[in-house]
């Protein structure tokens, strides 16, 4: 693990001159290949790692996407994860994640002049198509029951080849939409930037406005997928807490977890 130079008479990697101006990133780890940048930020936590310590792998071999599903990381995308330590309650925690969507949708208009939206609740879409995908692992403490720390992981697909064939009628990329693969470093940077300023307000939930403002469901007739099956329901809102709220034959129902399908 390596402390970000502030000092611009030694050497710095590409990444730390772009991260410079980002005070809360404290140590940075770029690893060519690593299994999973989330286990690899856990390990570190684990071992007192301080808020701000950041991993990010030019691949991975098992990357780790949300309901246990692996997310796909060949060489070409962007493979990040961060330690937190926020003084937050669990049933907060789905804010870190939210907080993270804005900052990843705002850091790909500002780089790369596009307009991304949200698919609650952590997929990033642009013209109808995923392009990054956020996963945040808590790890409790029993005596305050409070997070020890939380991993926030982030994966963005940068190149083209970065998109399995299969996947690709659902799953877009950066450069199909001009991105130049050159500016990965500016984009981690920016996301880490605009996530830093959220961050700070993130148990005020100043940036669900924008969330919303963001939404690819709102309106949109979705299929639920619950642990008691799976059924039809219209997205009404997403509340200050992170919840979608849905309308299912005459009633409100507030969702919290799970996952949730929709055509684009």
């Known amino acids: 693990m390596e402390h970000i130079v502030k000092d611009e008479n030694k050497k710095q990697t590409k990444l730390q001159k772009q991260l410079k101006d980002c005070a809360w990133i404290t140590f940075v780890s770029e690893p060519e290949e690593t299994d999973s940048t989330n286990r690899v930020a856990k390990q570190l936590a684990q071992e007192g790692a301080a808020e701000g310590t950041l991993v990010v792998a030019k691949r991975q071999s098992m990357g ?20 937190l330590r926020p003084q937050i309650t669990p049933e907060k925690a789905v804010l870190i994640t939210t907080c993270a969507a804005v900052a990843v949708a705002r850091a790909i208009d500002r780089v790369c002049g596009l307009h991304a939206g949200i698919k609650w609740v952590n997929d990033i879409f642009i013209n109808g198509k995923k392009v990054c995908g956020i996963l945040a692992e808590a790890e409790m403490n ?20 970065s998109v399995p064939e299969e996947l690709k009628e659902i799953a877009g990329c950066l450069e199909e939409y001009g991105m130049m693969p050159e500016k990965k470093e500016e984009l981690i940077a920016a996301v880490w930037e605009e996530f830093g300023m959220l961050y700070t307000d ?41 919840h979608l709220v849905v309308e299912r034959d005459g009633s409100v129902q507030y969702i919290s977890t799970g996952e949730v399908s929709v055509r684009l």
């Not at 780790?64 to 330690?83: A, T």
């Not at 991993?151 to 190149?159: A, T």
């Not at 100043?206 to 963001?214: A, F, H």
């Not at 939404?215 to 008691?228: I, K």
């Open 202 to 242: 993130l148990s005020t939930a100043v940036y669900m406005k924008e969330y919303k403002e963001r939404s690819v469901l709102l309106g949109r007739e979705v299929t639920v997928f619950a642990a008691t099956g799976e059924y039809k329901a219209v997205v009404s809102d997403i509340d200050e807490e992170g």
């Open 142 to 161: 029993p005596e305050t029951a409070m997070p020890e720390y939380v991993i926030l992981g982030i994966g963005i697909n940068v190149k083209k080849q």
């Open 64 to 83: 780790k996407g949300r309901l246990g599903r692996s997310f796909f990381s060949p060489e070409g995308g962007i493979y990040m994860s961060v330690v």
